[in-house]
T-cell receptor, first 118, second 116 residues
Framework: DAGVTQSPTHLIKTRGQQVTLRCSPK?????VSWYQQALGQGPQFIFQ???????QRGNFPDRFSGHQFPNYSSELNVNALLLGDSALYLC?????????????????FGSGTRLTVV | AQTVTQSQPEMSVQEAETVTLSCTYD???????LFWYKQPPSRQMILVIR??????QNATENRFSVNFQKAAKSFSLKISDSQLGDTAMYFC?????????????FGTGTKLQVIP
């Protein structure tokens, strides 16, 4: 079933390095949201992409940036990694047309990328 | 600002018994959607049940049901006939449509352990 696919599943990086995480949305979905989930916490919204543009953003510094491609897939980039960036990064996809008509069936999530910064 | 509070960090229940997970939220919006997500060790967030705020009838999905009290801003999840596969983190969340955008807020989660 063409669910949300994230890669890689695990990643270890050194403080100060840069990382790119990838997400392919569920088939038919056109909106991608990224979340950071620290250990023992709920997901925190990073940003959302639609029509290849970032259209809303949570409380995250500019070190966090992203991109959406014409095929709706997305990347999350984090520069100058800090130890505190260690977390599970979740990608979620949805269909804008449903949200725009106020039909909200929630998001379809991937299994995340576990990033460890050492 | 929207907030979601899950006051039970951990809970346990005997297999086949019933358990209720609590969730309260705060928002000034009148139109929103409430969800319970399950996150097993596989890490994938799985939608368990959803509730439209404008509907008074409580949502039910098989063994899962909610008690939605809009005035009290409460949205609890009841799991009946608990199964070992229900062991997971459970997150309460709500989504509003604001200015054409969706905004989603998650709680901090409740870790549920089903005991054989």
């Amino acid at each position: 079933d063409a669910g949300v696919t994230q890669s890689p599943t695990h990643l270890i990086k050194t403080r100060g390095q840069q990382v790119t995480l990838r997400c392919s949305p569920k088939s038919g979905h056109d909106t991608v949201s990224w979340y950071q989930q620290a250990l023992g916490q709920g997901p925190q919204f990073i940003f959302q992409y639609y029509e290849e543009e970032e259209r809303q953003r949570g409380n995250f510094p500019d070190r966090f940036s992203g991109h959406q491609f014409p095929n709706y897939s997305s990347e999350l980039n984090v520069n100058a990694l800090l130890l505190g960036d260690s977390a599970l990064y979740l990608c979620a996809s949805s269909l804008e047309a449903l949200a725009a008509r106020h039909f909200n069936y929630g998001y379809t999530f991937g299994s995340g990328t576990r990033l460890t910064v050492v | 600002a929207q907030t979601v509070t899950q006051s039970q960090p951990e809970m346990s229940v005997q297999e086949a018994e019933t358990v209720t997970l609590s969730c309260t939220y705060d928002t000034s919006e009148s139109n929103y959607y409430l969800f319970w997500y399950k996150q097993p060790p596989s890490r994938q967030m799985i939608l368990v049940i959803r509730q439209e705020a404008y509907k008074q009838q409580n949502a039910t999905e098989n063994r899962f049901s909610v008690n939605f009290q809009k005035a009290a801003k409460s949205f609890s999840l009841k799991i009946s006939d608990s199964q070992l596969g229900d062991t997971a983190m459970y997150f309460c969340a709500f989504i509003i449509n604001s200015g054409g955008y969706q905004k989603v807020t998650f709680g901090t989660g409740t870790k549920l352990q089903v005991i054989p």
